[in-house]
């Protein structure tokens, strides 16, 4: 399931930088669409949701941001479909 590959990697990257606690988690998952949110005391937040289309093909959308090394706050917006994984990354 592509949604569980998607947070999989997002939890890992948030825990490889230091243990943080779950402060929000929210997820429905359906045989056609899921959606999760999760908030993190580290300042990590998510959400993701994402719908199957015909053949198999899921088209998600989310964000998550974070906070760099360097203190300033980044965003990434996304969309992947069957055409691949297209962000938008923001810094402020």
Do not use: R
Not at 15 to 20: D, K, L, P, Q, T
Not at 27 to 41: G, I, P, Q, T
């Amino acid at each position: 399931n592509p949604s569980q590959i998607v947070l999989a990697c997002l939890m890992a990257v948030a825990f490889a930088n230091e243990e943080a606690d779950v402060l929000k988690s929210d997820s429905e998952v359906n045989v056609l669409d899921f959606n999760y949110a999760y908030e993190l005391s580290n300042h990590i937040k998510a959400v993701q949701a994402g719908v199957l289309k015909e053949h198999d093909n899921w088209v998600v959308h989310g964000e998550y941001e974070y906070v760099a090394p360097n203190g300033k706050v980044v965003k990434v917006s996304y969309t992947a479909d069957e055409t691949g994984y297209h962000p938008k990354v923001y810094e402020a």
